[in-house]
């Protein structure tokens, strides 16, 4: 009976305190916004921080007390950005599509200084000495940004450079800050035309470590019927608001720094091209000249 009577005992304690926890929580229960789970499920779900923000729990906090905006999960996409919009009942605005870039074209044109053995990581390689490559400004080819990615965007390719798939990058910006050389940028995905060249020293410094580099002599600049491209601080820089992705300025470039690459074929072509153009208006400023001669006398 005693053993009958500790059970009594205890299940009406476990009963009455269940009843007082149950009260407990309905009288000091915190209200939760029933949009933050729906904003939360339009989310990337990946956690890779690229809003700023921790997680995709605290984004979807964010945009909910309306610190972050609708598109600012990355990986979500247009789609995504336009669900959490009709959630909040606010527009989910046009934007355009970003990506990332990786602005090298060195790898295995890039001269190296020495052959690091140590721990296979950019970080790491660049604490030996600023790094074994001969630019300092150059893709170093351990992958960092590669392991960074979530979304299998971005690889090492034959010439030992980061690549950066646009089909498959989110833009969510792991990967441009695993870089310790940050010459990973943010571009427009419907930007085709890249300087793929960071160095910033001049012209015959430059070409003393890479095949591949600008030398910034400004044919680019000159070739480039919108504007669009100017040398600032020693090397090309685009401005992709410009552009028109013509291919001009990649065609003009002695030192092949501008991607597309064009084929040696279209090389000559654009130069005789540009031959033909200096001749006549060689030739149409000879015969103004003699117009004027003629007319003045």
Same mark, same amino acid.
């Not at 906090?61 to 990355?74: D, F, Q, T, Y």
């Given at each position: 009976?005693?053993?009958?009577y500790a059970v009594l005992v205890?299940?009406?304690t476990?009963?009455i305190?269940?009843?007082?926890l149950a009260?407990a929580?309905k009288i000091?229960? $915190?209200? +939760?916004?029933?949009r ?10 990946a956690?890779c ?5 921790p997680?995709c ?9 309306g610190?972050a905006p609708v598109?600012a ?8 950005a336009a669900?959490? #919009?009709?959630?909040?009942?606010v ?6 599509k970003m990506?990332?870039?990786v602005i090298?074209n060195?790898?295995d044109?890039?001269?190296k200084?020495?052959?690091y053995?140590?721990?296979?990581s950019?970080?790491?390689a +660049?604490?030996v000495?600023a ?8 893709c170093?080819g351990f992958?960092?940004?590669? #392991?960074?990615?979530q979304?299998a965007a971005i ?7 980061a690549?950066v798939?646009p089909?498959?990058c989110?833009?969510c910006g792991a990967?441009?800050?695993a ?5 990973i940028?943010? $571009?427009?995905?419907k930007?085709k035309?890249? $300087?793929?060249c960071?160095n ?5 410094a $430059?070409t003393?470590?890479?095949a ?5 002599c ?5 070739t ?5 491209i100017?040398?600032?601080n ?6 992709y +608001?410009?552009c028109?992705?013509c291919?001009?300025c ?5 030192k092949n720094?501008?991607e597309p690459i064009? +084929?040696p074929?279209?090389k000559?072509?654009f130069?005789?091209?540009?031959k ?5 208006a060689?030739?149409a400023k000879?015969? #103004?000249?003699e117009?004027a001669?003629?007319?003045a006398?």
């Amino acid at each position: 009976m005693t053993i009958v009577y500790a059970v009594l005992v205890l299940g009406v304690t476990a009963v009455i305190f269940g009843l007082v926890l149950a009260f407990a929580a309905k009288i000091f229960e $915190v209200e +939760t916004d029933p949009r933050l789970p729906q904003i939360q499920s339009c989310l990337a779900g990946a956690n890779c921080g690229g809003c700023g923000y921790p997680g995709c729990g605290g984004c979807a906090e964010a945009i909910l007390a309306g610190k972050a905006p609708v598109n600012a999960c990355a990986p979500a996409g247009a789609e995504g950005a336009a669900k959490i #919009a009709a959630i909040m009942g606010v527009d989910a605005g046009a934007g355009e599509k970003m990506v990332a870039h990786v602005i090298c074209n060195g790898g295995d044109d890039c001269q190296k200084r020495f052959e690091y053995v140590g721990t296979p990581s950019c970080l790491a390689a +660049t604490k030996v000495a600023a790094g074994p490559t001969a630019c300092q400004f150059g893709c170093l080819g351990f992958g960092e940004c590669v #392991a960074a990615c979530q979304f299998a965007a971005i690889h090492i390719n034959a010439k030992g450079v980061a690549e950066v798939d646009p089909e498959k990058c989110t833009n969510c910006g792991a990967c441009r800050e695993a870089c310790p050389r940050r010459i990973i940028v943010e $571009v427009p995905y419907k930007q085709k035309v890249f $300087v793929n060249c960071a160095n910033k020293e001049k012209g015959p410094a $430059v070409t003393k470590v890479c095949a591949n580099s600008c030398i910034a002599c400004g044919m680019c600049e000159r070739t480039c019927k919108k504007d669009a491209i100017h040398v600032v601080n020693n090397v090309a820089v685009i401005d992709y +608001t410009k552009c028109v992705n013509c291919r001009m300025c990649a065609k003009a470039c002695p030192k092949n720094a501008i991607e597309p690459i064009p +084929t040696p074929e279209e090389k000559e072509k654009f130069k005789a091209a540009q031959k033909a153009a200096a001749e006549r208006a060689a030739a149409a400023k000879k015969a #103004a000249a003699e117009a004027a001669a003629n007319k003045a006398e």
